[in-house]
């Protein structure tokens, strides 16, 4: 798939226990991503969700894998209504292994051409996340830099 | 997730061949179909639709020059597309670096 992977690695001084608990309990969740989380003991099937501001935006998160302390996978953005599969929502999986005293944290997101986005936005999705705009972005970075924000 | 994103600049700037564009009017200050044509794979008709989807957005201005249209890249649309297209890349980067933080600050609290 050539849109298929999104794909960060960062070393984290935690543990991988600890690093573990902070990917998967809702208190730590709404920590570093939604304002408001709510998930059971991450296992797999169990559905949880994620809210914005007053309810703006919901999302449902479906855990597909947990293996503490080295892997906890979800799906999420399937269609309201819809239980989440491959072909509707992205599967954002998180693999934790112990490096140098801590943690090497590998982050894949996969899903967007299952998940039959608009075609520019699919490309855009990946692009600017895998890539960073080459070199597109850097310069309109130092472009917009020098403009005064209205 | 992209919620806060204008769809139809998001639209715009999500084309490969309007981004080499885009580039190009910035390194040269401005540009006409037939100008762009000649450093891009595509052809004068095919970069005149893509000007037409640029100014579309506001992200291009055209002025009539003889027979053809000169584009500039304007400066407010674009520093706009940027803030948003820069907020969108960055969500999985922000959001580890934000587990980075809480995990390694939980980890110092217990081992003290």
Redesign the interface.
């Known amino acids: 798939m050539e849109f298929g992977t999104l794909e960060r690695r960062i070393h984290i001084d935690a543990s991988p226990d600890v690093v573990f608990e902070v990917i998967s309990r809702p208190e730590h969740i709404e920590e570093w991503w939604a304002d408001e989380a709510s998930l059971g003991e991450p296992a797999p099937g169990v559905v949880g969700e994620l809210v914005w501001g007053d309810r703006e935006h919901v999302a449902t998160m479906t855990v597909v894998d947990a293996d503490p302390p080295r892997r906890f996978s979800f799906r999420w953005v399937a269609p309201e209504g819809e239980p989440a599969a491959p072909g509707n929502s992205l599967l954002v999986t998180f693999e934790l292994s112990p490096s140098r005293g801590g943690t090497l944290l590998l982050l894949t997101e996969t899903g967007f051409r299952e998940k039959g986005w608009e075609i520019a936005v699919l490309e855009e999705q990946y692009r600017d996340h895998e890539n960073g705009w080459d070199a597109f972005l850097p310069r309109l970075a130092s472009y917009a830099g020098g403009l005064v924000p209205r | 997730?992209?919620?806060a994103v204008d769809d139809d600049l998001?639209?715009a700037?999500?084309?490969?061949t309007r981004?080499?564009m885009?580039?190009l009017l910035?390194?040269e200050g401005s540009g006409t179909a037939t100008s762009l044509s000649a450093q891009l794979p595509v052809t004068r008709q095919a970069v005149a639709k893509h000007l037409a989807v640029l100014d579309r957005v506001g992200l291009v201005h055209a002025t009539p020059s003889g027979r053809e249209r000169v584009y500039r890249v304007d400066?407010?649309q674009?520093?706009r597309a940027?803030?948003q297209?820069?907020a969108?890349?960055a969500?999985?980067?922000a959001?580890?670096?934000?587990?980075?933080r809480?995990?390694?600050a939980?980890?110092r609290s217990?081992t003290q």
């Not at chain 2, 700037?13 to 490969?16: A, C, I, K």
């Not at chain 2, 959001?95 to 980075?100: A, E, F, H, S, V």
């Open positions: 997730m992209s919620s998001w639209s700037v999500g084309d490969p981004r080499r885009l580039d910035l390194a400066d407010a674009l520093a940027v803030a297209l820069s969108v890349g969500t999985w980067d959001r580890l670096r934000r587990i980075k809480i995990a390694e939980i980890e217990r």
